[in-house]
């Protein structure tokens, strides 16, 4: 049974600083890897879609990476801005099971 | 125009009522879900239907009954509601799992 794990729970940066998400996963044969984003009392928004077969995806600021063979994504945020501020979700597919979530990391970018 | 919608965006209601959540997808994804997040906003999988399928239910109570009229829509209907079924319920839909999910804004229920 895949599990997800998002490590830190909480993470607070200056604004301007660039950072680092990590998520981590137990089973590798997966389809791909989603990372969204959840403002409070909103709903998901997707970043970044990674397929198995690929080692990283880009969108502005964003950039996400892949290593199946170590169970392990990041999602690195340049420049950040009090903008950024809202909770990253990591989900995972794989065969026949729907999406699964990582709880998060709730990032807060101070002005 | 709104890829995945779901109406109500809020609902309170009493314990012991029942209530219905819909949802729709104007994708064409052949792939719909019910998601549900807790108070500590933890999203988990309660059910998937695949062409008005059911092929997941992830041991949720049978006061839960999704209802799938045709593969666009996915509705949630729950009896006898209780104060533990107060969370934020979210649809999605995909056309397969390998080109990712895309998720409705979410319902908040509170059973008062």
């Known amino acids: 049974k895949q599990e997800v794990t998002q490590i830190p729970a909480a993470l607070s940066v200056p604004e301007g600083e660039n950072l680092v998400l990590n998520c981590s996963f137990t089973?590798?044969?997966?389809?791909?890897l989603q990372w969204f984003r959840q403002d409070p009392g909103k709903g998901l928004t997707s970043l970044l879609l990674?397929?198995?077969?690929?080692r990283e995806q880009t969108s502005g600021r964003l950039n996400a990476s892949l290593d199946k063979s170590s169970g392990r994504s990041t999602l690195y945020i340049a420049a950040s801005q009090p903008g950024d501020s809202a909770t990253y979700l990591c989900?995972?597919?794989?065969?026949?099971?729907?999406?699964?979530f990582g709880k998060g990391t709730r990032l807060s970018v101070i002005a | 125009d709104t890829a995945v919608s779901q109406t109500p965006k809020y609902l309170v209601t009493q314990m012991g009522n029942d209530k219905s959540i819909k949802c729709e997808q104007n994708?064409?994804?052949?792939?719909m879900y019910w998601y549900k997040q807790d108070s500590k906003k933890f999203l988990k999988i309660m059910f998937s239907?695949?062409?008005?399928?059911?092929?997941i239910n992830e041991t949720v109570p049978n006061r839960f009954s999704p209802k799938s009229p045709d593969k666009a829509h996915l509705n949630l209907h729950i009896n006898s509601l209780e104060l533990g079924d107060s969370a934020v319920y979210f649809c999605?839909?995909?056309?397969?799992?390998?080109?990712?999910?895309?998720f409705g804004s979410g319902t908040r229920l509170t059973v008062v």
């Open positions: 989900a995972l597919a794989s065969g026949n099971t729907p999406l699964v």
């Open positions: 239907y695949n062409n008005k399928e059911l092929i």
């Open positions: 999605a839909s995909s056309q397969t799992a390998r080109y990712g999910y895309t």
């Open positions: 994708l064409g994804h052949d792939t």
């Open positions: 990674i397929q198995s077969s690929q």
């Open positions: 089973d590798s044969a997966i389809y791909n």
